[in-house]
Each structure stands twice: as structure tokens, then as C-alpha cells.
């Protein structure tokens, strides 16, 4: 009886241990964006872009990786920031420059993450940053946010109002896949190439600041322990 009491009281425990915790989604199936999911994620990413500057360009180019079709894939973030579940895609741009000097490689990577694709309110972004000399793409970024080689962002979206946080405290780390096929169905210029290619991601986003809307004191964070999602990689020679 005893023994039997012993388990019914862990049990218990557990119960309530699952209910206080953070949001941590269960696995799930990969979906493919339909089109009105795409321009729903797309638009917001958008708006996002133009409170975080370190978005420009991804507000620039996130069409051609958020599409009709696109695959996303389901990652198991822990966070504070709303509920899940979460799905996630990959982007790179590296850009290859020559001069009569010499030759460097600069490459961005964006782990992009967010909730219901049908009307996405929760926003996580890590974008990396890594230059190297020569040609060859540089495959990793990795580092403790508060630099500029890795940037955390994360936003909730309320109606008409956004509120934005910027990781302070924590570290993540972006790792490039090998490149597989040439994208589909895209018009690039003529310097520049691309192919599907996964990012892997890890992160620990142990506080993340508000700011804008003049709130400094409120913080978030968020979880993931490693996650490999489809992407793209696009690389233009100057």
C-alpha cells in the first residue's frame, strides 16, 4: 500500500509540475503553407522588420522563402512569450565580394519561427552573422547574444499593436546544412544562385527585453534545444 501511495503522490506531483510549466508543444506533422498562410506570416514579418532594423533585409527577401507550398517544420520551443504550437523555416544570404585586393564572404542566417500559420501572433527570429576571407560560405554563427554575431528577437502581436523584445541574456547557435537542389520557381538576378538548404538551430533566450511602447521592465524567454527545419540559401557574387 505503501508503494502504491508512494506512485499516486509522484504522479500527482507531475500533474502539477506539467501544468505551471511554459509552452512546450508536442511534436508534430510538417506542413506545407498554403497561399493565404504565407501571406499571412509574410505581411506580419513585414511590420516586424521595421521595428528591428537587423530585419531589413529579411523583410526584403522572406517572400521567397515564405510561399505557397514552402515547407515549415514543428520545433518544441519553451516560452513565456505566447502559446504554441511553433513552426519554423531557414534563410541565408551570403554574399560574395571581390575586389583587386582580395576576396571576403559574408553570410546572414535567419531561423524563423512562429505560431498558428493562419493568423501567426507569436514570433521568435535568430539571425546570425558570419565573414570570413575568401569565397568559401561561412556555415556557422554562434555566439551570446548582446553582440552583434547572433541577435535574438521575439514579438507578440495584438490586434493592431506589436510588442517587441530583444534578447539580452542567453546564446544561440545557427549551423548550415549542406545545399541540396536548386530552388524552384524563383527569379533571381543574374549573379545570384540558390538552393534548398536546412538550418540547424539551438538557442536559450534567457531574457529578452521589451523595446518599444516605453516598457523596459517587462522580459521573455524561450527554449529550444536543437531543431533542424527546411530553408533556403541564396548567394550573390559582386
Keep these: 500500500m505503501r508503494s502504491r501511495s508512494i506512485i499516486l503522490s509522484l504522479a500527482?506531483?507531475?500533474?502539477v509540475a506539467c501544468s505551471n510549466s511554459e509552452t512546450a508543444p508536442a511534436a508534430r506533422e510538417i506542413i506545407h503553407l498554403t497561399q493565404a498562410q504565407a501571406a499571412a506570416v509574410l505581411g506580419q514579418v513585414t511590420q516586424l522588420a521595421q521595428i528591428h532594423s537587423e530585419l531589413r533585409w529579411l523583410a526584403d527577401s522572406a517572400s521567397l522563402v515564405l510561399k505557397s507550398g514552402a515547407e515549415v517544420d514543428p520545433?518544441?520551443?519553451t516560452t513565456d512569450l505566447g502559446a504554441g504550437p511553433f513552426?519554423?523555416?531557414g534563410l541565408q544570404n551570403a554574399n560574395i565580394v571581390t575586389t583587386s585586393t582580395s576576396t571576403s564572404t559574408l553570410n546572414t542566417f535567419y531561423f524563423i519561427a512562429f505560431n498558428n500559420p493562419s493568423s501567426p501572433t507569436d514570433f521568435i527570429v535568430i539571425d546570425g552573422f558570419k565573414s570570413v576571407s575568401g569565397s568559401a560560405v561561412p556555415t556557422d554563427a554562434s555566439a551570446a547574444f548582446g553582440g552583434s554575431t547572433v541577435v535574438g528577437h521575439m514579438?507578440?502581436?495584438?490586434?493592431?499593436t506589436i510588442a517587441a523584445y530583444r534578447a539580452s541574456i542567453g546564446s544561440a547557435t545557427l549551423t548550415s546544412l549542406s545545399p541540396g537542389s536548386t530552388c524552384q520557381?524563383?527569379?533571381?538576378p543574374t549573379n545570384t544562385t540558390c538552393a534548398e538548404t536546412a538550418l540547424k538551430a539551438s538557442f536559450n533566450i534567457v531574457q529578452a527585453l521589451r523595446d518599444n511602447g516605453g516598457v523596459v521592465s517587462a522580459t521573455r524567454s524561450a527554449l529550444l534545444s536543437q531543431a533542424t527545419v527546411a530553408g533556403i540559401r541564396l548567394i550573390t557574387t559582386r
Design 155 to 160: 514579438f507578440h502581436v495584438e490586434s493592431s
Design 75 to 77: 520545433v518544441d520551443i
Design 12 to 15: 500527482a506531483y507531475a500533474l
Design 185 to 188: 520557381g524563383l527569379t533571381l
Design 87 to 89: 513552426y519554423a523555416i
